[in-house]
């Protein structure tokens, strides 16, 4: 079993500030302007408030120590005092609004792009793994937000506090200002070493990780197979791998911010060496006081404080500027299909679309293209409200030139019942895909009502025309919340769609009915189950077009008799698609067609085919011998 580790690789890191990328972040955060406005305006007064403590400390011991004025030292340690308790509440005001901001962000960001991936086409999701999108989701939009929190405001909170810093102690003495910051040039050499290599090192431990989320969504997915073909050992070796490999980057990318570190407390110790040797020859000299000293050490505290901490903040910076790169590459792409500017709605009139939706539909527009669900007529639909299909001269390749249907042709007439069939493989299931446009065709044109369904609005399109795949996707929630799927229907409406799918019985034994609530893709249920839920939330809508994807191939026989029960009663004067494997599903179809090489072969009703002797002859005599011999 091959690796499945290389699923997934992250973008090379960049720099640790873009002004691109904070210009869109900037942009990204415009609700929250106002909190970012009152956050930074609250940074001078911080400022002010941790400058103040080492210069109350020299007037403290200059002016009331060493003169033993106990009254001036009692008011100059209030004021100590006061200055602290106020440094607390901003402090407190501060950390509080930074939080906000970055949850915010955070909350917007995330919708925006879980709302933009619901707009992607499935060929998107055919080349980037679940794993992958949810680390862009999930952990890409908490990095970003720790810009806000631990980053870039943080950064220039420090920026505030080093300027007055620097401009203090030149301006208390110069001479002594220049013995602090002779070591700034061989910490900045130190600190630009340990930050490239700390680059080095974060951007392996996001592959990593990006690496780890995608086979953990993968392996838990698959979990039922891994368990069946006894690879439990086997995959929890790759994991403990991948694992590993995670922690073993995370550990590099910590030694090299524990050595930054550690680097500036040493030298920020020297400078403090220096400080007090130069300081103590001054004050013996006369020319600078013992509480001017105590408070350069002050001063020089703080000043390395925000230099020793880089490490981390460049990790921070370094994560959210790749994270926003990652990002904003997602919302930047656009979807590939997507409804025109101008829509057909409906099948009739043209119609302006603005903002994704359709305005007022003008034309005819059957029950089966409105809004809310209509399913009155769900047993037997008018032929009026049916639909023609027709696929002209269709060519279609998922990937490059390896073509699955060359120069397909057919057309299905209003109220007509046509069954695909054919080899695995021949493009049965790419039909279907094509028709609701979740591919659009390479060449050719399929056509709703005579027109290509790339000039009809997509939520139109897929009203009109209800699907039910193989493998039915259910959702956590009630079996109404499952059948509705953002109708609005109201019980009996969804009843009467149960009863038309023939699950009304199943549903109605559940302990709660419609209000039951389904496990995850709804594994409290048999797949026929599944199935005919399926069916029925297909029919919430009306569907003028009924396309019947593999959907009693893995059922048992009672379950598939109850299907095709309720699909004998959907059909009938409804446009349907049947494509099976199982020929004896299909031999009533009025039209049966045979796909091969990626065109219609045959076609014809089941008996004429049959006597015809060829390919679908040769399949039938297949299915029957499997039959017999099972």
Request: glycine share 8%; hydrophobic share 50%; charged share 20%.
């Amino acid at each position: 079993m091959p690796e499945r580790a290389a699923l997934d690789h992250d973008d090379v890191l960049g720099r640790a500030f873009d002004r691109r990328l904070a210009r869109r972040l900037w942009a990204a955060a415009r609700a929250q302007r106002p909190m970012l406005y009152a956050t930074v305006a609250l940074f001078p007064a911080i400022a002010l408030a941790e400058l103040a403590q080492p210069y109350l400390l020299k007037v403290a011991i200059d002016d009331h120590i060493l003169a033993g004025d106990w009254l001036g030292l009692s008011l100059t340690a209030a004021a100590y005092a006061a200055t602290l308790g106020i440094l607390y509440a901003l402090r407190s005001l501060e950390a509080y609004l930074m939080a906000l901001v970055g949850q915010r962000v955070t909350h917007d960001l995330r919708e925006a792009l879980f709302g933009h991936l619901l707009r992607l086409e499935a060929a998107y999701y055919d080349r980037n793994p679940v794993g992958r999108l949810m680390t862009r989701v999930l952990n890409d939009v908490e990095a970003v937000s720790e810009a806000f929190t631990s980053g870039l405001l943080a950064i220039a909170a420090d920026v505030i506090t080093l300027v007055g810093v620097v401009a203090i102690m030149l301006w208390m003495d110069w001479r002594l200002a220049l013995v602090t910051f002779a070591i700034v040039p061989v910490l900045a050499a130190v600190a630009a070493y340990f930050r490239l290599r700390a680059r080095d090192a974060y951007r392996e431990a996001r592959r990593r990780l990006a690496a780890l989320n995608a086979f953990l969504q993968e392996s838990l997915q698959g979990v039922t197979v891994i368990q069946l073909f006894a690879r439990e050992r086997h995959e929890h070796a790759i994991f403990r791998r991948l694992n590993d490999d995670y922690r073993r980057a995370l550990f590099t990318s910590t030694v090299f911010e524990a050595s930054l570190y550690s680097s500036v407390e040493a030298l920020g110790a020297v400078a403090l060496a220096l400080l007090i040797w130069y300081g103590g020859g001054q004050i013996g000299a006369g020319a600078l006081s013992f509480g001017a000293l105590v408070a350069f050490i002050q001063y020089t505290n703080r000043f390395f404080l925000p230099i020793r901490d880089l490490g981390a903040k460049y990790t921070v910076m370094q994560a959210a500027m790749a994270s926003a790169e990652r990002i904003f590459g997602l919302l930047d792409r656009p979807p590939a299909i997507v409804s025109p500017a101008t829509a057909l709605a409906g099948g009739g009139a043209l119609t302006s679309v603005n903002g994704g939706g359709a305005l007022a539909i003008a034309g005819r527009s059957p029950a089966a293209t409105t809004d809310g669900a209509a399913i009155a007529n769900v047993d037997r639909p008018s032929r009026a409200a049916a639909s023609q299909i027709e696929f002209a001269g269709v060519w279609f390749a998922y990937d490059g030139d390896a073509y699955v249907l060359r120069d397909c042709s057919f057309a299905v007439a209003a109220g007509e019942h046509v069954a695909l069939v054919g080899p695995t493989g021949e493009g049965k299931s790419t039909c279907a895909r094509l028709l609701v446009r979740a591919y659009d065709v390479t060449r050719g044109r399929v056509l709703v009502d005579g027109v290509d369904v790339r000039e009809w609005d997509l939520v139109r399109l897929r009203r009109r025309v209800g699907t039910v795949f193989q493998d039915t996707v259910l959702f956590t929630g009630t079996v109404a919340d499952n059948v509705a799927l953002g109708a609005d229907p109201d019980a009996a409406a969804l009843r009467r769609a149960l009863e038309a799918a023939r699950a009304r019985d199943f549903v109605e034994a559940l302990p709660s009915g419609l209000d039951e609530p389904l496990g995850e893709r709804g594994a409290n249920l048999s797949h026929g189950q599944r199935q005919l839920l399926a069916i029925a939330r297909a029919l919430v809508y009306n569907p003028a077009i009924l396309v019947l994807d593999e959907a009693t191939s893995s059922v048992d026989p009672e379950s598939e008799w109850r299907i095709r029960e309720a699909m004998h009663r959907l059909l009938a004067g409804r446009t349907s698609i049947t494509i099976a494997h199982r020929l004896s599903s299909v031999q009533h179809a009025d039209r049966i067609l045979v796909l091969h090489q990626g065109r219609v072969h045959e076609e014809g009703t089941h008996a004429a085919l049959l006597r015809r002797g060829g390919l679908y002859a040769r399949l039938w005599q297949l299915a029957m011998s499997r039959d017999a011999a099972g």
